[in-house]
Structures are given as C-alpha cells and as structure tokens.
C-alpha cells in the first residue's frame, strides 16, 4: 500500500533560518514525487516534483530511494513561505495522489 | 484562462440525504480528479474522470459515484450521507491523467 509520513504538523523557524521539512514514503514500485504547497486564502498548488530536479522559489527536493525520503530543503527561509506543505506520492500513471498530512511552516520575523 | 471552479462553496446536509457537488474543469483539460480532505489531515482520492470515463477509483465506497460530461466539468455525488462525510471536497482537473494538477478552492460539506 502506499504511504506517506510527514512527521511534523508544524515547523517554526526564523526568517533566513534553513528549513527542512520531511518527508518519508512506502511504495512497492517506481515511486513519482511531489511537493504540494497551499499559501492563506489561497489554492492548493504544485510546488515542485522529483524528475524536474529543479528549484522553485529556492526550494530543492531529493529523491532518496534508500531512505524512502523526500525532504524539502531551502537554505534561508523567508515570511512569504509561510504555508500548509504536503508531500505527495503518485502511482503508475499518475492516476491517484497520496497526500501526507501536511507539514505547516510557520516562518518569523 | 478561467481556473477550476466549484460549487456550492458550503453546504449543510443531514444524515441519510444525497449531495451533488460540482466542478468546471480549467480551459482545455480533459481530467478531473476529486480529493475529500478531513479536518487537520492531507486530501484523499475518491476517483478521477479521464474523457467521461472513470479512470482510477481510492477507497470510498459505491454511495460516492461521479460524472463528467463533454465540456468536462465534473459532477461529485455522495448518497446516504454519514457524519464522516463532513470534510472539504477538492477537485483538480488537468490537461491529462498524468499531468499536473490545478486544484479549486473546494466545498465545505457539514453533515449533521
């Protein structure tokens, strides 16, 4: 079955602090990943996925087969990534998501 | 370009009735895919709808059916209501079942 274990519901740190928000899976296959994100007042979006190894809006995110992990990183964080994170795990073809339950970051000044 | 919308944005509905929730897919997409999101948890997937067809089906059971229609908006219909139903309801569509999604803002169904 597939899973995915955010273990933390909230993350505070302070503004320029590094960030790293976790994420482990269970899939039995070839495991497609994404990160979610959901600013106040505004939609759930696609913040970045796996097989992009891109960074967006400073985040990067690797893919650790061995682990079964796929923590969000950002070196400095800023007030404006203040949002509801959700790992997400796709299957074959992509038809259903796992979402995780959600890590929320909170980033002060 | 329009996104997706849903509608109604709140519903209240008691034990034992019936609920139809609806969605307009963004411009040119062919996908919808319905998410229910309990309180404090991640979104849940109910099943999608690729072409009117159903595409993939999560662990919901049969009073939780669906509809796409040629323009592709997406209807979400839910019989026999329990208390457990009370949670948001999301639907995403795409440009394909394998693409990106583009999620609305959802509707907030109580169940009392």
């Known amino acids: 079955a597939q899973r995915v274990t955010q273990p933390e519901k909230l993350l505070s740190v302070f503004k320029g602090a590094p960030v790293e928000l976790k994420c482990n899976y269970s899939y039995s296959g070839s495991p497609e990943l994404f990160w979610y994100v959901q600013y106040s007042r505004q939609r759930l979006q696609l913040l970045l996925r796996?097989?992009s190894r891109e960074s967006i809006k400073g985040f990067t995110a690797d893919l650790n087969k061995g682990e079964t992990s796929f923590h969000l990183k950002k070196p400095f964080a800023q007030e404006e990534d203040s949002a509801m994170y959700y790992c997400v795990l796709g299957n074959t073809g992509r038809r259903a998501l796992t979402f995780g339950s959600g890590t929320r970051l909170q980033v002060q000044p | 370009e329009t996104g997706v919308t849903q509608s109604p944005t709140h519903l209240i509905k008691t034990r034992g009735q019936q609920v139809t929730l609806r969605c307009s897919s963004q411009s040119g997409h062919n996908t919808v895919s319905w998410y229910q999101q309990a309180l404090g948890q991640g979104p849940q997937f109910i099943f999608q709808?690729?072409?009117?067809?159903?595409?993939g089906r999560g662990n919901f059971p049969p009073r939780f059916s669906g509809l796409q229609f040629p323009n592709y908006s997406s209807e979400l219909n839910v019989n026999a209501l329990e208390l457990d139903d009370s949670a948001l309801y999301l639907c995403?569509?795409?440009?394909?079942?394998?693409?990106?999604?583009?999620f609305g803002s959802g509707t907030q169904l109580s169940v009392l």
């Open positions: 709808y690729y072409r009117e067809e159903e595409n």
């Open positions: 796996h097989i």
């Open positions: 995403a569509s795409s440009l394909r079942y394998d693409e990106k999604l583009f």
